[in-house]
């Protein structure tokens, strides 16, 4: 099984920084892509922002393009997700998720493993 637990989420005033973290634990081993989604209230979960381990490889949704940076550790535990000049619409709960196959996808049904969530919220 694998284990991921994401932490770092708070309250932030628009305009500001918050760094959220993924911890990853069990059999690791098979995962290529992690990855972070959102979901705010009403509505669907939608991607963020992606990696690959074993590469320099990123991929970002367009809304959050310039201001939100992930990032991995070398051991392949951790994955982090820098978010600057937050807004009022970055509020949301935000998943981490892992992916066994090789590609840097935006859709939620290319991954297998997900986190509990960590909400975000971005006061204007």
């Known amino acids: 099984q694998v284990q991921l637990v994401e932490s770092g989420g708070g309250l932030v005033q628009a305009g500001g920084s918050l760094r959220l973290s993924c911890a990853s634990s069990?059999?690791?081993?098979?995962?290529?892509?992690m990855a972070w989604f959102r979901q705010a209230p009403g509505k669907e979960r939608e991607f963020v922002a992606a990696?690959?381990?074993?590469?320099?490889?990123?991929y970002y949704a367009d809304s959050v393009k310039g201001r939100f940076t992930i990032t991995k550790d070398n051991a392949k535990t951790t994955v982090a997700l820098q978010m600057s000049s937050v807004k009022p619409e970055d509020t949301a709960v935000y998943y981490c998720?892992?992916?066994?196959?090789?590609?840097?996808?935006?859709?939620?049904?290319?991954?297998?493993?997900w986190g509990q969530g960590t909400q975000v919220t971005v006061s204007s």
């Open positions: 069990g059999r690791t081993a098979g995962i290529n892509v």
């Open positions: 998720a892992g992916s066994r196959g090789i590609f840097l996808s935006p859709f939620s049904s290319r991954y297998d493993y």
């Open positions: 990696i690959t381990w074993t590469a320099d490889g990123t």
